[in-house]
């Protein structure tokens, strides 16, 4: 592994997986920077991500998110929490496989579910017009999603399962991965 890709660690998985929980308690463990991909999407275009969905489009989203990827992944030193559809775009993926260390938060649907269930300001939880989803809706969503992006998700250098476990113990499970990985 060339030292470059050890010089970033990106965190995937689905929404509501910890990425932003674990992130920057990972990146203070190894002496790194946190960087949350909504929080630089949010400050370039002076929106909310859920704002960006609602009065722009999702499509426009995803072009700024990738964009956003290309500077973020120059950045050395740095745990980078992407959105949970991020590595489904193709290009995305393999500029993420190429400068750095991928680690999948592994949830299931159901844990998903419960930590989502009282969300109000993502966008997976409402409707194209803005309407909260039911509970059946919901599920729906998350299970489609979730099978659509298990492909890509898969292709982590990293797999850890989030369900059940206290955000110490997964960090520490993620650093002992990374031991090898790491100079």
């Known amino acids: 592994m060339n030292d470059n890709k050890n010089n970033r660690i ?20 190894l002496g790194f920077t ?15 991500i859920s704002e960006i969905f609602s009065d722009l489009s999702e499509e426009y ?4 998110e990738s964009s956003v990827l290309q500077e973020v992944s120059h950045r050395d030193r740095s745990v980078i929490s992407l959105g ?15 400068t750095g260390v991928l680690i999948y938060l592994k949830t299931s649907a159901e844990q998903i579910y419960h930590r989502l269930k009282r969300k109000t300001d993502r966008p997976l939880v409402r409707s194209k017009i803005g309407v ?8 729906n969503r998350i299970s489609v999603l979730l099978s659509k992006r298990e492909q890509f998700y898969n292709q982590a250098d990293v797999i850890v399962i989030t369900d059940d476990q206290r955000i110490g113990l997964t960090v520490d499970e993620i650093v002992q991965n990374l031991k090898n990985l790491i100079r």
């Open 10 to 29: 990106y965190l995937t998985g689905f929404m509501g997986s910890g990425k932003s929980t674990v992130a920057p308690i990972l990146a203070n463990a």
């Open 61 to 64: 989203f995803r072009e700024v």
């Open 132 to 139: 909260t989803l039911n509970e059946e809706q919901l599920r």
């Open 34 to 48: 946190f960087v949350d991909m909504d929080c630089e999407i949010e400050n370039l275009t002076g929106k909310k």
């Open 84 to 98: 949970g559809g991020t590595i489904a775009n193709e290009s995305n993926l393999q500029i993420i496989k190429s």
